[in-house]
């Protein structure tokens, strides 16, 4: 069983919106921080956003922020989802579903690829100009 399962990728144009969920399951997810991290073609994978365990004070990249919003949704499987909305070209890229369990405070997150245990295998979002 894939514990974390992306979905809700597309082809959108400039200034759409889309909803990308991630279904956490075979383990607690509900105790650990999650993030969405996105790869373009030729590039490092980068951080998009993070939100603890808790749901509380979740965190953004500077890119992202103000157009991307991330929520968690702790029930029997853990659920997250990243509301993107005012798309751009540049936000094209495939995009992965993360869980780290070195990360259990209640207000922790991270930025940092190495510090997440469990990976999606990634849902292609593609923004037209």
């Known amino acids: 069983q894939v514990p974390l399962v992306e979905s809700g990728g597309g082809v959108v144009q400039a200034g759409d919106s889309l909803r990308l969920s991630c279904t956490a399951s075979?383990?607690?997810?509900?105790?650990?921080?999650m993030g969405w991290f996105r790869q373009a073609p030729g590039k490092d994978r980068d951080f998009v956003a993070a939100?603890?365990?808790?749901?509380?004070?979740?965190?953004y990249a500077d890119s992202v922020k103000g157009r991307f919003t991330i929520s968690r949704d702790n029930g029997e499987n853990t659920m997250m989802y990243l509301q993107m909305n005012s798309l751009k070209p540049e936000d094209t890229a495939v995009y992965y579903c993360?869980?780290?369990?070195?990360?259990?405070?209640?207000?922790?997150?991270?930025?940092?690829?190495?510090?997440?245990?469990?990976w999606g295998q990634g849902t292609q979002v593609t923004v037209s100009s």
């Open positions: 993360a869980a780290t369990t070195q990360l259990r405070g209640r207000f922790s997150w991270s930025s940092a690829v190495n510090d997440y245990d469990y």
């Open positions: 075979g383990r607690t997810f509900s105790n650990y921080a």
């Open positions: 939100i603890p365990f808790s749901g509380l004070n979740p965190y």
